[in-house]
């Protein structure tokens, strides 16, 4: 999915141009005359690398991956949103979506990160060992 969208965006020479702000360097897009740095282009550059990074993080569950992955596309369009054209001084509403799943997956990592430090598992306490001689009682059957 992450190549797939990453791969999209890439390809907005190919769309409807790739927009941006004013630059010595970069495209022409449709209806304009000046240059403008396509931010479409290096946006699908960092998710396809943030697909690959997904795909070798063979030691995490799927769950902290799909939050990688989900939190990984919100920052790069949080942080794209800023360069994109917009209507007045107000952050867009894509902007302002991608900060709030942003700031959702940060707190569902962090939420699995204290579960995980604080499981029933790490405070158990085990007892004395096999090779101690403990009276039994009706509840150890």
């Given at each position: 999915?992450?190549?797939?969208?990453?791969?999209?965006?890439?390809?907005?020479?190919?769309?409807?141009?790739?927009?941006?702000?004013?630059?010595?360097?970069?495209?022409?897009?449709?209806?304009?005359?000046?240059p403008?740095?396509?931010?479409?282009?290096?946006?699908?550059?960092?998710?396809?690398?943030?697909?690959?990074?997904?795909?070798?993080?063979?030691?995490?569950s799927?769950?902290?991956?799909?939050?990688?992955?989900?939190?990984?596309?919100?920052?790069?369009?949080?942080?794209?949103?800023?360069w994109?054209?917009?209507?007045?001084?107000?952050?867009?509403?894509?902007?302002?979506?991608?900060?709030?799943?942003?700031?959702?997956?940060?707190?569902?990592?962090?939420?699995?990160?204290?579960?995980?430090?604080?499981?029933?598992?790490?405070?158990?306490?085990?007892?004395?060992?096999?090779?101690?001689?403990r009276?039994?009682?009706?509840?150890?059957?």
């Open positions: 999915v992450l190549w797939g969208y990453g791969t999209y965006e890439f390809t907005c020479f190919l769309r409807d141009g790739c927009f941006g702000p004013s630059s010595p360097i970069g495209l022409v897009p449709a209806g304009l005359g000046t403008q740095f396509p931010v479409g282009i290096v946006v699908g550059l960092l998710v396809v690398l943030l697909g690959v990074a997904v795909r070798h993080l063979w030691s995490v799927p769950v902290r991956k799909l939050l990688v992955a989900v939190g990984g596309v919100a920052l790069v369009r949080s942080i794209a949103a800023v994109l054209p917009r209507l007045g001084t107000a952050p867009t509403r894509p902007h302002v979506e991608s900060v709030v799943v942003l700031a959702v997956t940060a707190a569902a990592g962090a939420a699995l990160w204290v579960r995980g430090r604080t499981s029933t598992n790490d405070l158990a306490w085990e007892g004395p060992g096999p090779s101690v001689d009276p039994r009682s009706s509840t150890d059957e």
